[in-house]
């Protein structure tokens, strides 16, 4: 894709006025996508999480449960960093999710239908470098749910965590700052100073080496399934 076709999509993508991220666990959105999440509120865009599980799997019950609560509220604590978005919890199994995606399609279809947002946003069903199955399912789902609609952006879905991106979103300092702290804000899963020492180091790296992809500073990177144009209908 050149420059200037990236540009016009991203302007496209930035001038939604709502947008719907999909994500298996809470945390997804705000490592892949939290700079774009910010942008789009800033510009006033109405932003929805669809978040899948909540992310109690790694402990027994009843421990599972209480971080099941800590992290649905690290969740609501991390949206409201990046402009307040909204956040919808569902409750599908932690690690189980490959069993529910016919069910998690149509609840996704479901809350689109309501909702109408402009572009939908959610993993890369591609995505190889942490090939979690609950991120290939949430994948497999969203795409499934928006397989019939174009969208604004002349897209299915568009995807994060691609490991073949062919758009690249530019990054002001603001936007950084808010999703790195909207991404402290989990704190079971970026832990201090665990996520100062080494994960925010991979993370200004990966940032900064997709921004110089299209001559910024920092960018986030996404993959868009572009859709071709309809045929005009027979007179």
């Known amino acids: 894709m050149d420059n200037s076709q990236d540009m016009r999509l991203v302007e496209s993508l930035l001038a939604s006025n709502r947008a719907l991220f999909v994500g298996a666990h809470p945390d997804d959105i705000e490592f892949r996508a939290g700079g774009l999440v910010h942008l789009l509120r800033r510009r006033g865009a109405e932003v929805i999480f669809v978040i899948a599980t909540r992310g109690g799997k790694r402990l027994r019950w009843p421990l599972n449960r209480l971080l099941e609560r800590i ?17 919808v919890l569902r409750d599908y199994p932690d690690g189980g999710l490959p069993s529910h995606i016919d069910s ?26 942490h090939p ?16 019939e609609r174009p969208g604004k952006l002349g897209v299915g879905v568009c995807f994060y965590g691609a490991p073949r991106p062919n758009l690249w979103v530019a990054l002001d300092d603001g936007a950084v700052r808010a999703k ?13 100073p665990y996520f100062d020492l080494r994960g ?36």
């Open 71 to 87: 992290r649905s509220s690290n969740q609501l604590r991390a949206a409201r960093i990046l402009g307040g978005a909204e956040v």
């Open 104 to 129: 998690f399609a149509e609840d996704l279809k479901s809350l689109i239908e309501q909702r109408k947002p402009d572009v939908v946003l959610c993993w890369d069903p591609e995505f190889v470098s």
């Open 132 to 147: 979690h199955p609950d991120h290939k399912a949430a994948a497999d789902a969203t795409a499934a749910a928006c397989s």
């Open 180 to 192: 790195i702290k909207s991404i402290k804000a989990h704190a079971t899963e970026a832990p201090w």
């Open 200 to 235: 925010k180091r991979w993370l200004l790296s990966w940032m900064r080496a997709e921004g110089a992809k299209v001559g910024a500073e920092y960018a986030e990177s996404f993959r868009v399934r572009l859709t071709p144009p309809h045929p005009p209908s027979s007179p």
